[in-house]
Nanobody, 125 residues
Framework: QVQLVESGGGLVQAGGPLRLSCAASGRTFSSYAMGWFRQTPGKERDFVAAVTGSGARTIHADSVKGRFTISRNNAKNTVYLQMNSLKPEDTAVYYC??????????????????WGQGTQVTVSS
């Protein structure tokens, strides 16, 4: 079982940076692909980025490519989402998630079986 706790959300001005962290419990963290999703009220939870268990490969949604970077530190059981050049449309609740696939970068919600509680990111114009 993996428990996930996000942190780092908050209010930031457009154009600014913010880094989200997601701390995971358990001794098998490196066996899981990790992902970030985001959701706004009344909309579906959308894929943002994913990283393989080793951290060697990543994938980012087109909407954040070049601005956001996912990474992980397996020694610290933590995955990060560095967000730069933030836009008001990035405002959402951000969730980290774990998928039991070692070498993959899953992009579909249903592939993930562990979720954090979410952290609010608000970008002001």
């Amino acid at each position: 079982q993996v428990q996930l706790v996000e942190s780092g959300g908050g209010l930031v001005q457009a154009g600014g940076p913010l880094r989200l962290s997601c701390a995971a419990s358990g001794r098998t963290f490196s066996s899981y692909a990790m992902g970030w999703f985001r959701q706004t009220p009344g909309k579906e939870r959308d894929f943002v980025a994913a990283v393989t268990g080793s951290g060697a490969r990543t994938i980012h949604a087109d909407s954040v490519k070049g601005r956001f970077t996912i990474s992980r530190n397996n020694a610290k059981n933590t995955v990060y989402l560095q967000m730069n050049s933030l836009k008001p449309e990035d405002t959402a609740v951000y969730y980290c998630a774990a998928a039991p696939f070692l070498g993959a970068t899953p992009t579909y919600r249903d592939e993930y079986n562990h979720w954090g509680q979410g952290t609010q990111v608000t970008v002001s114009s």
